[in-house]
């Protein structure tokens, strides 16, 4: 491939990574506005409009890092193409759809397609750069998220008032099938190694277990707030339990395990994605709790509650280029914990807070505390597996992604409903963005020390297999 192509290459990889990443980010803040007003279109109760979210979130979670497997055999730009196409005509369907149990049945599947797109948008970008280069590319797809998230509100309020509710998915249709469209007939260069292109078997067993695993807990996780500890949820955390023992010991002795171990075995990988759930816990815990602090307690209507919270989207925006520049200089463990300790220290001004201005600058640290932690981590992850394996790489960094935020609102909830209100849940969750310190002690301590080839692995746990 000639130089030309291979810039060309990149752009590709970069424009696909980070609009397929809007259009799934924009897609679950636009519902959120949209569900009132389908829930009265459709006569839906109150638990149907809810699984229209949780139907979603079980789908995509169990199915993540089985679809970067597949990515990894048979190509990260194939499987972005057909995840995008099927995503859009998803959201067609569910914007014509005539009841709510067709809602809730085309958003499963609406998450399939979500799982297959969502871990190429991280291969690709692996596939395309060195890994001494791929920390801006992840800091520009994470400020587009973080544009998507602060205008989705927005954007799903105009929507819904002049259009109604059918109308946030039909935004998702044209750019969704375009992309995929554009990511089948654009020709990419094969990033499989040789040696793995068309050998191995699909761990289908352990790739069964784990998508019963997660599919459990995010049932018990979004269950449990809601009814409590009720028995479907014990037996649902039961079973994601022992699904759990089981696929580990099915993954140490399979021939062809779905998590090799060049992943697994790599405490720096481990840590990376421990950093990823804790703080997305963090902060989507902290958002839920604030926006009953904000309307319930201080008086704020839901539009000044938006206004109030817009500085931690713009340092989210504003910042996550930076980060790639402060972690090229000053490595990845020591931005991560400075992006901890702004995340935790953002939490703790929300808990006092009591005016616009403290609010202000609460959201504004949590926001660019957050972005610290998302590039870097998912620098680290992505970075430091072999190219063959970057799509289970991206399957567990978005599984992460999306398990945090389930865990951080459950956990608020359960406290909430034990002490004197939602806001004793910041210094908890403040807590845990500490905690996260100690594992980021083991993310490498200079930038050098991310750009880890696959043979390199052996010095940081893992190996060749």
Known sequence: MSAHQHRGSRRSALACSVIGAVVVALDGTVLTIAQPTLQRDLHASFAEVQWTSTAYLIAVA????????????????????????????????????????????????????GALLQPATLGMLRAAYPPDRLAMPIALRTSAIGVAAAAGPLVGGVLVTQLGWRAVF?????????????????????TRPSSEAGHGRLDLPGAALLAVSLACLVYTLVGVPEDGWSPSAALALLTAT????????????????????????SGVVGAALGLLVAASAAMFGTLFVASYVLQ??????????????????????LGAPLVAVLQRRYGARRTTVAGLVMLALGVSVLFRAAGVVPVGGGFMLLGAGFATVMVTATAVVVRQVPAGSAGVAGGLQQTAMNVGPVLGVATTAALAAVTDGPRTALPVLAG???VG?????????????????????????????
């Not at 859009?88 to 809602?103: L, R, Y």
């Not at 023992?245 to 697994?264: G, I, N, S």
């Open 242 to 265: 022992g699904a759990g023992l089981v696929l580990v010991r099915h993954e140490q002795r399979t021939a062809d395990p779905l998590l090799p171990y060049d992943v697994l075995g």
């Open 170 to 190: 039909f935004l998702n249709v044209v750019p969704a099938l375009v992309l995929g469209v554009l990511a089948s007939v654009v020709r990419a260069p094969d």
């Open 296 to 317: 319930d307690e201080l008086g704020m209507d839901p539009l000044r509650t938006s206004l109030a919270a817009l500085p931690g989207g713009a340092a989210m925006v």
């Open 62 to 113: 169990s199915l993540l890092v089985f679809a970067g497997r597949l990515g990894d055999r048979y190509g990260h730009q194939r499987l972005f193409a057909i995840g995008m196409s099927g995503f859009g005509a998803a959201s067609a369907g569910i914007g014509f759809a005539s009841g709510v149990g067709w809602v809730i049945a085309l958003r499963a599947v609406q998450g399939v397609f």
């Open 437 to 465: 310190v100690l594992a980021a002690r083991k993310l490498p301590v200079t930038d050098d020390g991310m750009a880890t080839p696959a043979g390199s692995l052996r010095h940081h746990g893992g190996s060749n297999a």
């Open 432 to 434: 845990a963005a500490l």
